[in-house]
């Protein structure tokens, strides 16, 4: 077996936090130099990990310049926030980077979660959850519309747009549009859009068990084999990975030590929190075991973050690249 099961797709999430704008493209083009599937980039203004003050890249700028110093490997947002982009503007910069990467680009949308960054930098964060989810679904709803017509007119229902003969030209590169992800874990409405919407379906922080749970859901939301066939399911996950397994569970805990407090107070330490507990760590067979655990209860892509990938004394990409895309 030459990956963890047949048809996995491997992924990098780039290090937007704490780095130089040199270092995320110099990742990518090592991840595609070892033959890894796609990479992806965060959708903050903010740092969630550690001090918020920690250098972050705009995910859509930076995203530009990577899919234009790459060449074959998916680019892609794990997830864009449909809180902070206009739909019509997304749809043009999403057309803008598909043409710059030449049909590579992979669209992930989420209802955002990070309150924290939506207040400091002005933008209403709407309770209950499911507020900002109807907005998601008529973002996406929106995009469908200025990609697939030659002009488009809509009357927003729960996002206040109005569009009149708008048009999105040129067109994406993908026909009819590249693929559009869903991100999150809510049952009765993020599954549920997934379901109807989505090419793709992607979530972290859980255990297999909690993963096969969130198919189950999404299974019985498409009504069909055939449409939960049609759409790609994939989880975030930390790796770490080293020669030994003492040096892998060193490298967590030097990264437990340096960004999560004993006592996670805040939505994103908590997130953060079942992250780490969940990070395959190990030697490269012993995360690609762990994935396999993934790959049977049905995901078929994992995007890793690989906290050490932005050290260029760290052989954590080469590793996992050795064991599980050879």
């Not at 929190?273 to 790959?295: D, K």
Request: with cysteine; glycine share 8%.
């Amino acid at each position: 077996m030459t990956a963890p099961a047949a048809g996995l797709g491997v992924g990098v999430v780039l290090p937007q936090y704490g780095t130089d704008v040199a270092t995320v493209r110099e990742t990518a083009l090592g991840a595609e130099s070892l033959g890894y599937d796609a990479v992806w980039l965060e959708d903050h203004f903010q740092s969630w990990i550690g001090d918020p003050r920690r250098a972050t890249h705009e995910a859509w700028t930076t995203l530009s310049a990577v899919a234009e110093a790459t060449e074959r490997v998916r680019v892609g947002t794990l997830v864009t926030s449909q809180s902070y982009r206009h739909p019509a503007l997304l749809a043009k910069m999403a057309t803008t980077v598909d043409h710059v990467s030449d049909g590579r680009l992979e669209l992930g949308l989420g209802a955002g979660w990070y309150a924290d960054e939506y207040d400091r930098f002005g933008y209403e964060f709407r309770e209950p959850p499911a507020e900002r989810l109807r907005r998601l679904a008529e973002t996406v709803e929106i995009l469908r519309g200025l990609w697939t017509n030659e002009t488009y007119s809509h009357d927003g229902e729960h996002l206040e747009i109005e569009l009149e003969d708008a048009f999105c030209q040129p067109q994406p590169v993908q026909d009819p549009y590249p693929p559009i992800w869903i991100g999150g874990g809510g049952e009765e409405f993020t599954l549920r859009y997934a379901a109807e919407l989505a090419d793709g379906w992607n979530y972290g922080t859980l255990e297999p068990e909690g993963v096969a749970e969130k198919l189950e859901v999404l299974r019985g939301h498409c009504g069909s084999r055939e449409r939960y066939d049609e759409i790609r399911k994939s989880a975030e996950l930390f790796v770490f990975v080293g020669e030994t397994t003492d040096a892998a569970e060193a490298k967590r805990e030097r990264f437990v030590d340096a960004f999560l407090p004993n006592e996670p107070a805040e939505p994103r330490e908590f997130f953060l929190a079942g992250y780490l507990e969940t990070a395959p760590t190990g030697t490269p067979a012993e995360v690609r075991e762990r994935l396999a655990e993934y790959a049977e209860v049905g995901l078929e892509e994992v995007m890793l973050v690989v906290p050490d990938a932005a050290d260029d004394e760290d052989e954590s990409l080469s590793l996992l690249a050795d064991e599980l895309l050879a």
